[in-house]
């Protein structure tokens, strides 16, 4: 019982977890920013464009039911909306502190060890060696 209690802080409180626990916070609160941006600023915009908020009204009746195709219409500007303006905030973000790019992506085959690493590594995480970097 010692043991599997050991191994459970460790897994639980290791590095890599605890990120992840901290990205998936921020991520969930820069969620609900952006959408309260699109929700509250730009659909506002919208409906002052075009007359209307959404397209909630629009149904199309056939044999007695009721296709709400415009509930889907409202869902889908909505999404792209969303989309355009965090690819906005993102680049914005990029330009103000000065990273353009994220870092390189993916991973190689190390030359020593044959463990797989990222290709911007210069040193095996398995075996310690220096490797080249493939992304600079």
């Known amino acids: 019982m010692r043991q599997l209690f050991t191994n459970f802080r460790n897994f639980a409180f290791s590095g890599s977890l605890v990120d992840l626990a901290v990205g998936?916070?921020?991520?969930?609160?820069?969620?609900?920013?952006?959408?309260?941006?699109?929700?509250?600023?730009?659909?506002?915009l919208v409906a002052a464009l075009f007359g209307q908020p959404d397209f909630d009204a629009l149904v199309l009746?056939?044999?007695g039911s009721q296709i709400r195709y415009g509930s889907f219409l409202t869902a889908l500007v909505s999404f792209l909306l969303?989309?355009?303006?965090?690819?906005?905030?993102?680049?914005?973000?990029?330009?103000a502190t000065g990273r353009e790019t994220a870092g390189a992506q993916g991973s190689?085959?190390?030359?020593?060890?044959?463990?797989?690493?990222?290709?911007?590594a210069s040193v095996c995480m398995f075996c310690t060696r220096d490797v080249q970097p493939l992304a600079g």
């Not at 906005?88 to 990029?94: E, G, S």
């Not at 190689?108 to 911007?120: A, G, L, Q, T």
């Open 108 to 120: 190689r085959e190390c030359d020593h060890c044959k463990s797989f690493i990222p290709v911007d």
């Open 61 to 63: 009746t056939v044999n």
């Open 24 to 44: 998936l916070a921020i991520g969930a609160a820069f969620a609900s920013v952006v959408a309260s941006l699109v929700g509250d600023v730009i659909l506002p």
């Open 82 to 95: 969303l989309a355009v303006t965090i690819m906005f905030l993102v680049q914005a973000i990029r330009r």
